[in-house]
């Protein structure tokens, strides 16, 4: 008989929810300053259209600055992705970031993995994305912070279908007074 984790048993009483806890034009709004002001200790990030667009792996000048500065903070942070290319790794070992590939999201693999690795309460934990029902679903479920960016660049009829589909839980987010910080 298994016996189940910690985060099992906390996930099991975690809301169902497509609403962010936090939306930001970019990953590069968010600070150390504001994180702190909401206890985060562990900054989750999803990779394509979050830190890069889904065709290149070549961050900006400000995405490579921002990475520097969270790096030196004292919040960690993690690439958590379900992309199953090695661009993601190559890039993590590039930059010098810990990473998690194939997490699954919205399913509970990839952040429970986060989770264990780290040893911080999901409460202080936040999982960053461009996706409603990947990144906000998957970080609602475990009890991580949800905070939902714009999509870099949606290049393609699928992207553009799925941000579609979103919009409505964006504007439930915002009539709740979720807003962009």
């Known amino acids: 008989m298994r016996i189940a984790t910690q985060y099992e048993r906390e996930a099991a009483h975690m809301p169902f929810s497509l609403l962010p806890k936090m939306m930001v034009p970019g990953i590069t709004d968010l600070t150390e300053e504001l994180l702190k002001k909401r ?74 993995q986060c989770l264990e690795k780290y040893q911080i309460p999901a409460e202080n934990c936040a999982l960053a994305g461009d996706q409603i029902f990947t990144d906000v679903l998957g970080a609602n479920c475990q009890g991580v912070q949800s905070i939902l960016v714009k999509a870099i660049h949606n290049h393609n009829f699928w992207l553009k279908a799925r941000h579609v589909l979103e919009l409505p839980f964006i504007f439930m987010a915002r009539k709740r007074r979720i807003g962009y910080e």
Not at 54 to 62: D, G, I, K, L, V
Not at 83 to 88: D, L, Q, T
């Open 39 to 112: 206890k985060i200790r562990l900054l989750m990030l999803d990779f394509d259209n979050t830190i890069v667009p889904y065709t290149t792996s070549t961050p900006t000048e400000e995405m490579e600055q921002w990475l520097k500065r969270m790096q030196a903070s004292e919040i960690a942070i993690c690439v958590v992705s379900n992309s199953k290319k090695g661009r993601v790794k190559e890039f993590c070992r590039q930059y010098d970031i810990p990473c998690i590939t194939h997490s699954k999201k919205p399913f509970p693999k990839g952040i429970r």
